[in-house]
Structures are given as C-alpha cells and as structure tokens.
C-alpha cells in the first residue's frame, strides 16, 4: 500500500496531515500528475474530522493563485491568508497580488509553464472550486501594529470576494481581525456574511473599530443568534452594544476583551 493511503486511512492528525502533503510535494517535484492522486484520497480525507486542520500549504496556495485551479486543493479544509504565514516562512512569503498593476515577485515555481488569466492572484483563490472543503478561513492582518511586518497576504478592499466565494457556505471558522478597515458599510457587508454563512461556529472582528451602531446593527442580525463565538475586542463597544447583544441573547457567544464583564470565561467556552 503506497504510503499516501496508510496515511488517509489511519488516526487522523496535523502529524498526517504534513506527511501527506510533503509526500504528494514528492510526487509533484519528480513530474507527477496529483489530480489522481487527489481523486483517489479524497474520500478517506473526507471521513477525517472536520476539527483536524488540513491546512493548505504555502506553496500550495501560491500555485492555486497563479493558477486558478490546483486538484491537490481540494483535499484542505483550511486556509491561511495571514501575515502569519511569515511568522515560520519568512524568505517565501510575499502578498498576493490584488488589483490589476500588481507586481509579481515570483519566489518560487508557481508560474512555470503557466500563463496567466486576466484575474488576479486574490480572485483566482476566492473564486478556486477545489476549496469547497474549506471549514476555516483566516485573513486577519496578524501583525498591524508590527513595523517589519511584510504587510498581509490579502487585503479584502470591500466584501465583494469573500461574499461570493464558493466555499464561504462551508465555513465553521472565519477571522476578519484588522481586515475591515476599508469596507464602506461594514455592518450590512457583516450581516449579509453572516447570512451567507450559515454552517459559521466562530467569527473574529476583533481590531476593526467598527463601532457602537455597527455592533448593535451586528447584535440584531438572526443570523448572529446561531454563533456560539464571536470575538469583538477592539471595536469601540459600549452599554449600548453590550446590552444589545445580551438582549439578542448573544450574552456567552460574545468575547469582548474591552469589558471585563463580557470576557468569556472558561465555563462559558465549555458550553459554547
């Protein structure tokens, strides 16, 4: 049995998961076709528990964005779009390009023997349909406030991909901290999400400055009523927003580390 299958089949982990994609990365360098290979592993993969991250990796994802397909996609159920990325890749890493006079600072063989469309690296991700596994999302600006940050991978200018994305139904996980800045109409963008996502567990808006009309505009969205999560730190909350979400009855789903009284604590994550 090669190697691949003994892994999709055995106890599924992070450990597994890493062996996998390295030895399919493998197969890839000797000038393997993965699609069949990401075919036949896809069913075990899928039997695996969607709380075990398949993260996609680094390299993966900046093929998939010069590319707008990639098979061996499709068999992750995460995707990092962070500065965090250049936290543990430093010398790989480089933002995706996101309007049409980008520049390529091409640091590896994303683009060999490819000839890229029109879109860019940004819209060929959110628009990829091999990530219709995707159960997390993360596109937050790690490091904001950090002057030797590279900058983030993406920058979402307005709602407009995340919110046609084919994977965004999928989604349990999402983090948005530092990514809202630039949208016109933050609370309606966020409730228009919200109803778009509706298999979403966890939401993080945190460092977004949205505000109190915002947060009581977010607090009385239907939607927001089946999170058991969302993280509000640094979004200017005050009485007014606390007491809505209370009322919406968002009162243990809501960590708000500006007020002491809504951080959440441990009996309330056990039963969120």
Request: with cysteine.
């Given at each position: 049995?090669?190697?691949?299958?003994?892994?999709?089949?055995?106890?599924?982990?992070?450990?597994?998961?890493?062996?996998?994609?390295?030895?399919?990365?493998?197969?890839?360098?000797?000038?393997?076709?993965?699609?069949?290979?990401?075919?036949?592993?896809?069913?075990?993969?899928?039997?695996?528990?969607?709380?075990?991250?398949?993260?996609?990796?680094l390299q993966w994802t900046?093929?998939?964005?010069?590319?707008?397909?990639?098979?061996?996609?499709?068999?992750?159920?995460?995707?990092?779009?962070?500065?965090?990325?250049?936290?543990?890749?430093?010398?790989?890493?480089?933002?995706?390009?996101?309007?049409?006079?980008?520049?390529?600072?091409?640091?590896?063989?994303?683009?060999?023997?490819?000839?890229?469309d029109a879109r860019t690296?940004?819209?060929?991700?959110?628009?990829?349909?091999?990530?219709?596994?995707?159960?997390?999302?993360?596109?937050?600006?790690?490091?904001?406030?950090?002057?030797?940050?590279?900058?983030?991978?993406?920058?979402?200018?307005?709602?407009?991909?995340?919110?046609?994305?084919?994977?965004?139904?999928?989604?349990?996980?999402?983090?948005?901290?530092?990514?809202?800045?630039?949208?016109?109409?933050?609370?309606?963008?966020?409730?228009?999400?919200?109803?778009?996502?509706?298999?979403?567990?966890?939401?993080?808006?945190?460092?977004?400055?949205?505000?109190?009309?915002?947060?009581?505009?977010?607090?009385?969205?239907?939607?927001?009523?089946?999170?058991?999560?969302?993280?509000?730190?640094?979004?200017?909350?005050?009485?007014?927003?606390?007491?809505?979400?209370?009322?919406?009855?968002?009162?243990?789903?809501?960590?708000?580390?500006?007020?002491?009284?809504?951080?959440?604590?441990?009996?309330?994550?056990?039963?969120?």
């Amino acid at each position: 049995m090669e190697r691949e299958f003994e892994l999709v089949r055995g106890e599924a982990s992070k450990a597994a998961w890493d062996e996998l994609t390295a030895a399919l990365e493998a197969r890839r360098a000797a000038g393997e076709d993965l699609a069949a290979w990401a075919e036949a592993l896809a069913p075990a993969l899928a039997r695996w528990p969607d709380s075990v991250p398949r993260l996609l990796p680094l390299q993966w994802t900046y093929r998939l964005a010069a590319r707008g397909s990639l098979p061996e996609a499709a068999l992750a159920n995460a995707l990092l779009l962070s500065d965090r990325w250049a936290m543990t890749h430093f010398e790989e890493f480089r933002p995706l390009t996101q309007r049409d006079d980008d520049a390529h600072d091409i640091l590896g063989d994303e683009y060999d023997d490819v000839v890229p469309d029109a879109r860019t690296e940004q819209e060929r991700v959110f628009q990829a349909r091999e990530l219709g596994a995707l159960r997390s999302l993360d596109v937050a600006f790690f490091s904001d406030d950090n002057p030797y940050s590279p900058g983030p991978m993406v920058w979402l200018e307005s709602p407009a991909l995340l919110l046609a994305a084919p994977f965004l139904a999928g989604l349990h996980a999402l983090n948005l901290s530092h990514a809202l800045a630039s949208w016109d109409d933050p609370a309606a963008a966020l409730i228009e999400l919200l109803r778009r996502a509706p298999a979403l567990r966890r939401i993080d808006l945190s460092h977004n400055d949205l505000g109190e009309a915002a947060l009581i505009a977010l607090a009385g969205c239907p939607e927001a009523r089946q999170l058991p999560r969302i993280v509000l730190t640094g979004n200017g909350s005050g009485e007014a927003s606390r007491q809505a979400f209370a009322a919406a009855g968002l009162r243990r789903a809501v960590e708000d580390l500006d007020d002491e009284d809504y951080e959440m604590g441990e009996d309330d994550a056990d039963e969120a």
